[in-house]
T-cell receptor
Framework: DTAVSQTPKYLVTQMGNDKSIKCEQN?????MYWYKQDSKKFLKIMFS???????INETVPNRFSPKSPDKAHLNLHINSLELGDSAVYFC?????????????FGPGTRLTVL | DAKTTQPTSMDCAEGRAANLPCNHS???????VYWYRQIHSQGPQYIIH???NNETNEMASLIITEDRKSSTLILPHATLRDTAVYYC?????????????FGGGTRLMVKP
């Protein structure tokens, strides 16, 4: 049973399109994250979300928006895709009940914008 | 969160101990040292964390200097599957959202 899963694994799309990446976790965690890893392999936090608050990294364009239909899912919506959005996107989860910060990551979604 | 400095890359012979250093000279008293690794084409994986004392778990050992300005992650018997990028992260436990800030990491190559 995969703890944190993402769909699709690969996504190729044209500039200007709107797309979504899905993240699902079966760990019962209440906090979920989205990270972006660019071509230079730097891993950057985009959002932190639990059922109480959304924290946004100030560098993230407002074309990106996380949406959580329920506690097990945090989907990433991207509007008006740009070439620079090409990257691998990772979802991660954590339980706020833990005293430390062990995050569990999904396998990643490789987004290619043409 | 305090900044960390790690060597860009390291090699280790299979079966030998891999010692990965991390410098965090600006660490403050309430900040913990975390280690994650990322195997090629996978998401990052938590390894270990510590505050002051040395820590050991089934994956690795973490040695933190007395002044807490540096630490070393030790993989006691490296295998080929330990080839990965290892990230040292310093953060407090009251960081808003508990978000992790990853640096460049150390690319560890375990060789036969």
């Amino acid at each position: 049973d995969t703890a944190v899963s993402q769909t699709p694994k690969y996504l190729v799309t044209q500039m200007g399109n709107d797309k979504s990446i899905k993240c699902e976790q079966n760990l019962g965690h209440d906090t979920m994250y989205w990270y972006k890893q660019d071509s230079k392999k730097f891993l950057k936090i985009m959002f932190s979300y639990n059922n109480k608050e959304l924290i946004i990294n100030e560098t993230v364009p407002n074309r990106f928006s996380p949406k959580s239909p329920d506690k097990a899912h945090l989907n990433l919506h991207i509007n008006s895709l740009e070439l620079g959005d090409s990257a691998v996107y990772f979802c991660a989860t954590r339980t706020s009940g833990s005293s430390y910060n062990e995050q569990f990551f999904g396998p990643g979604t490789r987004l290619t914008v043409l | 969160d305090a900044k960390t400095t790690q060597p860009t890359s390291m090699d280790c012979a299979e079966g030998r101990a891999a010692n990965l250093p991390c410098n965090h000279s600006t660490i403050s008293g309430n900040e913990y040292v975390y280690w994650y690794r990322q195997i090629h084409s996978q998401g990052p994986q938590y390894i270990i964390h510590g505050l002051k004392n040395n820590e050991t778990n089934e994956m690795a050992s973490l040695i933190i200097t007395e002044d807490r300005k540096s630490s070393t992650l030790i993989l006691p018997h490296a295998t080929l599957r330990d080839t990965a990028v290892y990230y040292c992260i310093v953060r407090s436990h009251n960081n808003a959202g508990n978000m992790l800030t990853f640096g460049g990491g150390t690319r560890l190559m375990v060789k036969p």
